[in-house]
């Protein structure tokens, strides 16, 4: 990787004729628009049943297994990996399979840590093959792609691109809700409100304006009101790092601020959020959520320092019960805590946790700092995104999520803070 920022390179340039070309032209760039594109759900919606069931499962099994064996391949063969994110790699996955192997129905549990272990292995494919922008750009490409793919399967009746609420509730528009090519409504909204950004960003883009147009209406029709939520607090979150360039604070001065306005909502919200609750006339519980947390930081506690293993927990005799002991719970499958760093917590243990917060909080103070000093890099994106993610976290599974867009990302961003040291900005 030569560097971090975005090179103007020249027209004769070997590399500049090779960004000229279309995407499909390009095999990498195609693999890895198809990799994550998988990783949104594109093969899910596909091979997968609308309704449940098992036909086609096994298919789309296949679909990943072909995607992680390519991308070892990509990795062992010729992938010269400094030896900080070597040694990353190789005590992630050891970790992530030793603990899984320890916990409860460990041969069922590994092939997901198998695959884990297999997304950051294709983020350091990703992160040593190309620059940061280029993948930025692919994954711009490829959110559009789906966005604008699952608007016509809308329109033509494609049954697989709706979504069925189990309450029959329609969207904003009155229609019934929509997922398009991706695992589900609210996924489906939240990478909606990631693409929106990276058009956004681009300033010289063609059809910018009626493709942000499309991709607003895209959100409505999934009938997602957190997508809405999660785009405004994105663009509110750019305009403050935008902010923050003219007044060129320091990221220490903002992790602070950013630290003292988390303790103190979270402080409001744990002293007052029921009573709030109710007085919006809104379940007090989140429709689960906050038992669903407090199952979770007790399951975390029996196994404090390694966790159960990754994914294991729900598949113990142990989960079952305390299900069946909590009445929204009982017809409901349960499939993660709702919550990542909870999630990350049972998983993983602590020092899974620990591993989390390093990554993410190594990636925001790096990229924070290259912006300052490179506005036409990628970093005010990637710091965008990385807090909208930790925003959306706390109510949603994102983080050390196997086969998962957040959790590529992340990883993506992690390992590229190991291609450069940016140069140390001048602070007011």
């Known amino acids: 990787?030569?560097?971090?920022?975005?090179?103007?390179?020249?027209?004769?340039?070997?590399?500049?004729?090779?960004?000229?070309?279309?995407?499909?032209?390009?095999?990498?760039?195609?693999?890895?628009?198809?990799?994550?594109?998988?990783?949104?759900?594109?093969?899910?919606?596909?091979?997968?049943?609308?309704?449940?069931?098992?036909?086609?499962?096994?298919?789309?099994?296949?679909?990943w297994l072909l995607l992680v064996g390519l991308t070892f391949l990509l990795f062992v063969y010729r992938l010269r990996i400094a030896l900080g994110p070597l040694l990353f790699i190789v005590g992630?996955?050891?970790?992530?399979?030793?603990?899984?192997?320890?916990?409860?129905?460990?041969?069922?549990?590994?092939p997901y840590a198998v695959m884990l272990s297999g997304n950051l292995m294709f983020a350091?494919?990703?992160?040593?093959?190309?620059?940061?922008?280029?993948?930025?750009?692919?994954?711009?490409?490829?959110?559009?792609?789906?966005?604008?793919?699952?608007?016509?399967?809308?329109?033509?009746?494609?049954?697989?691109?709706?979504?069925?609420?189990?309450?029959?509730?329609?969207?904003?528009?009155?229609?019934?809700?929509m997922r398009g090519?991706?695992?589900?409504?609210?996924?489906?909204?939240?990478?909606?409100?990631?693409?929106?950004?990276?058009?956004?960003?681009?300033?010289?883009?063609?059809?910018?304006m009626p493709v942000l147009g499309l991709m607003a209406v895209f959100i409505l029709l999934t009938g997602s009101s957190t997508g809405l939520v999660l785009l405004i607090f994105l663009f509110l979150i750019r305009s403050l790092i935008s902010w923050n360039l003219k007044r060129r604070l320091s990221s220490g001065t903002?992790?602070?601020?950013?630290?003292?306005?988390?303790?103190?909502?979270?402080?409001?919200?744990?002293?007052?959020?029921?009573?709030?609750?109710?007085l919006l006339n809104r379940d007090p519980t989140l429709t689960g959520r906050t038992l669903l947390w407090?199952?979770?930081?007790?399951?975390?506690?029996?196994?404090?320092?390694?966790?159960?293993?990754?994914?294991?927990?729900f598949t113990t005799k142990i989960a079952e019960t305390v299900a069946q002991s909590i009445f929204v719970f009982q017809n409901y499958d349960v499939p993660h805590f709702h919550q990542s760093f909870i999630q990350t917590g049972v998983d993983f243990g602590i020092f899974g946790v620990l591993c989390l917060v390093y990554m993410l909080g190594r990636s925001i103070h790096w990229h924070y700092r290259d912006y300052l000093t490179n506005r036409d890099g990628p970093g005010r994106q990637v710091v965008?995104?990385?807090?909208?993610?930790?925003?959306?976290?706390?109510?949603?599974?994102?983080?050390?999520?196997?086969?998962?867009?957040?959790?590529?990302?992340?990883?993506?961003?992690?390992?590229?803070?190991?291609?450069?040291r940016p140069p140390k900005p001048e602070l007011g």
């Open 294 to 313: 407090a199952w979770g930081l007790e399951a975390m506690s029996q196994k404090f320092w390694f966790g159960w293993g990754f994914g294991s927990y």
């Open 254 to 278: 903002v992790f602070g601020v950013l630290g003292i306005l988390t303790l103190a909502l979270s402080v409001v919200a744990i002293r007052y959020g029921q009573e709030m609750l109710i």
């Open 181 to 208: 090519f991706f695992s589900h409504k609210i996924m489906a909204s939240l990478f909606c409100a990631v693409g929106m950004l990276l058009v956004y960003e681009k300033r010289n883009m063609q059809f910018r």
């Open 384 to 420: 965008s995104i990385l807090l909208l993610c930790i925003f959306a976290s706390t109510t949603m599974h994102l983080f050390f999520n196997y086969n998962h867009l957040i959790t590529v990302l992340v990883m993506i961003f992690f390992l590229a803070t190991f291609e450069k």
């Open 92 to 110: 992630f996955s050891a970790y992530a399979c030793l603990v899984t192997l320890a916990g409860p129905n460990a041969m069922s549990n590994l």
């Open 1 to 63: 990787m030569a560097s971090y920022s975005d090179p103007h390179l020249a027209a004769d340039n070997p590399r500049a004729r090779a960004l000229s070309r279309p995407l499909v032209l390009r095999p990498f760039r195609s693999y890895v628009a198809f990799y994550l594109a998988c990783s949104m759900g594109f093969n899910a919606v596909l091979l997968k049943p609308a309704h449940g069931g098992e036909g086609g499962s096994s298919i789309f099994i296949l679909s």
């Open 124 to 177: 350091a494919v990703c992160v040593r093959r190309l620059e940061l922008h280029e993948i930025m750009d692919i994954l711009r490409k490829t959110i559009v792609i789906l966005v604008l793919l699952g608007l016509v399967g809308y329109v033509v009746g494609f049954q697989k691109v709706y979504y069925f609420d189990p309450h029959d509730r329609a969207n904003v528009l009155g229609l019934q809700p």
